[in-house]
């Protein structure tokens, strides 16, 4: 049966071969559902491994040698898929997640010209994103790795006639090129020092490693997930990703490619369990882009940078988790973050098909009565990342705080405060969206609308999915078993049991919950009792709001202290050195040739005699030569 795992991905990839060649000839309902019953295809047959390693006795992991695939005398590389309980826990919200987002697409992308090269990128991002958590070996991750950048970028520059989406989906691919040369490097450097890529070798020798090699692995490997998953300094282009489509964001965000970073992490979690200086490292960069991302949310106004925000946000919280030693609390607010953000951004396109393509929630507003099965599913959303019980958002992220207070309170507050935040912007948005008087045109009051049922049940499930989700890591000091953290404990090498005490746990939970409750009713006097409205003019704005709400200024600073710089190196180069001494040489060359053919050719002058005489004088310097050699 575990045979059967090729086939999951393969599904998707027969998607992408069908679409990508005869979509055009399709009809749009045809193109659509084979991108999206191939998607449901790969979910059903990772249910089914599940279920079957679930079933297997001892640690499972299961390994299926595929084929050979590089085989050197220094250098011996199988293409190999790894099934145990985190890559079959990934495959689940991988598919499961990626199914509803292709069905919700069906509805959402009808009208585009570009339908079925749509589901072709669809498709090939699911492929990749599957190859890169089956892969056993960090090779075949890598090409997972990048596969998924290049879908990204295809994706975001979907509607390529827009000069500023291209822009964006350039931005995306350049910032991961960075990251992606940190885990290459640490790929490298793994091979040098254990002989070998492939994980199950790798681990077993990493604690015979001296613990500076093992921290420069861990260090590379996390700028490569600095890139993928949108940490400080290398975020900024998951906000500007926000120029694809709104199923698109969905699946960056939700299933696919920023978890890629988590998702690394967990399974080299032996390296960081080694080095207290990759682990802090990782805490700290990631607390920090959780705070850094959620005030920059606090004063954005379009409905899906509010939500990337939150994305670098949240997942700044899980890199929190993963830096502390919470590896399967990473992992479950992964698997909750996937059901309310993948609700809340097909929540957001919902609006703004109703909204005729406004993303302003300046001008939106009132939106509750028209939009009913959008704003009780975004509803449910936002209270779940707010972190209110008994929603998952609630479990899953009061799991982390509680393993980062253990370690160190100060980073403990500033995830509290980073969550805070997050409760704020977050009803902000609901509330600006849906409550008060509507603020749009006319034009928009009259084309509200609730969207077709292929986007309002994928919006339902998932609604589900954010209320009952936390089911799988109740606390166990509730004397309940923690699902999560047994399905992972084969897989995570470092287990730090905790010692709390109860009273201390009862406390950071009642805290978290009086903390995301202070917030609500803050934002609530603030947007519902007394209407206030942000300001649409930037310079009404206070200094310090008008310093967040252009996020820091970073985009521009980037640009002037490292862009600007290589333009004027590049212009420099391409003046002096190209232009002057490569075009220069080279003409120079052609030239000295004309030139020369210029004089020679004046030679033909079809003279017959000249010819003669010229024959004899050569006969004559030949012979004088050969008489001065000699």
């Known amino acids: 049966m575990f045979n059967l795992i090729a086939l999951v991905p393969l599904f998707p990839l027969i998607g992408f071969i069908i679409n ?106 699911v492929f990749f994103m599957l190859l890169l958590v089956l892969g056993n070996n960090y090779l075949i991750m890598f090409v997972g790795w990048e596969g998924v950048g290049l879908c990204s970028y295809l994706l975001i520059g979907f509607w390529f006639k827009n000069t500023a989406y291209n822009n964006a989906a350039r931005k995306a691919f350049v910032m991961n090129r960075i990251g992606d040369l940190g885990f290459l490097l640490g790929i490298i450097l793994i091979f040098i020092t254990f002989g070998s890529i492939s994980f199950n070798d790798i681990f077993l020798r990493a604690g015979t490693v001296p613990t500076s090699v093992i921290t420069s692995i861990a260090l590379l490997l996390f700028i490569g997930a600095i890139g993928k998953s949108a940490q400080i300094p290398l975020y900024t282009w998951l906000p500007d990703a926000m120029a694809g489509p709104t199923p698109v964001s969905a699946l960056i965000h939700a299933a696919t490619m920023v978890t890629a970073g988590i998702y690394m992490i967990v399974r080299s979690n032996v390296f960081y369990s080694i080095s207290e200086v990759a682990s802090e490292t990782v805490a700290i960069v990631g607390v920090i882009t959780a705070l850094f991302a959620a005030t920059i949310g606090l004063f954005q106004n379009d409905i899906k940078k509010i939500l990337a925000y939150s994305t670098v946000s949240q997942l700044g919280l899980m890199f929190l988790g993963l830096g502390v030693g919470a590896y399967s609390s990473a992992v479950f607010h992964v698997t909750t973050h996937a059901f309310f953000k993948a609700l809340l951004f097909l929540g957001a396109g919902s609006v703004i098909h109703a909204m005729g393509g406004e993303q302003d929630i300046r001008k939106m507003g009132g939106l509750n009565g028209k939009i009913k099965i959008t704003f009780i599913t975004m509803l449910i959303g936002t209270i779940a990342i707010s972190g209110l019980p008994p929603f ?143 300001v649409n003019k930037e310079e009404e704005m206070k200094p310090w709001q008008r310093l967040i709400y252009n996020k820091y200024y970073i985009d521009e600073i980037y640009d002037m202290v490292i862009r600007k710089p290589l333009d004027l190196i590049s212009s420099v180069f391409f003046k002096f050195i190209d232009l002057r001494l490569v075009d220069g040489t080279v003409n120079a060359i052609g030239n000295s040739v004309k030139s020369i053919g210029s004089l020679v050719r004046l030679i033909q002058t079809g003279n017959i005699g000249f010819y003669l005489m010229t024959m004899a004088m050569g006969v004559v310097f030949i012979i004088l030569l050969t008489f001065l050699i000699k």
Request: avoid cysteine; hydrophobic fraction near 50%.
């Open 20 to 125: 990508g060649f005869f979509g055009k000839k399709l009809s749009k309902g045809l193109s659509g559902a084979i991108a999206t019953l191939s998607v449901l295809a790969s979910f059903i047959v990772s249910l089914i491994i599940f279920i079957q390693l679930k079933e297997t006795t001892g640690k499972p992991q299961i390994i299926v040698n595929l084929f050979s695939w590089i085989n050197s005398d220094t250098l011996q590389i199988p293409f190999e898929f790894l099934i145990d309980p985190l890559s079959t826990w990934f495959l689940l919200i991988i598919t499961g997640i990626g199914f509803l987002i292709h069905l919700y697409s069906i509805g959402y992308m009808k009208e585009d010209e570009g339908f079925s090269r749509f589901f072709t990128y669809l498709n090939l991002f």
């Open 392 to 534: 998952s958002g609630f479990f899953s992220k009061d799991e982390i705080l509680a393993h980062t207070y253990e370690h160190s309170k100060l980073l403990w507050l500033l995830g509290m405060f980073a969550s805070m935040l997050t409760a704020f912007y977050m009803f902000r948005l609901l509330f600006l969206t849906f409550f008060g008087k509507f603020r749009g045109t006319h034009d928009q009051a009259n084309h509200l609308h609730e969207s077709p049922s292929s986007m309002t049940i994928p919006l339902i499930i998932l609604a589900i999915l954010s209320v009952v989700g936390g089911l799988i890591g109740l606390p166990e000091f509730w004397n309940a078993s923690n699902w999560m953290h047994h399905h992972l404990e084969h897989i995570i090498i470092r287990k730090n049991p905790s010692i709390l005490s109860h009273e201390t746990e009862w406390m950071l939970m009642a805290l978290a919950v009086a903390a995301a409750l202070s917030v609500f009713y803050f934002t609530y006097l603030l947007f519902i009792k007394n209407k206030v409205l942000p």
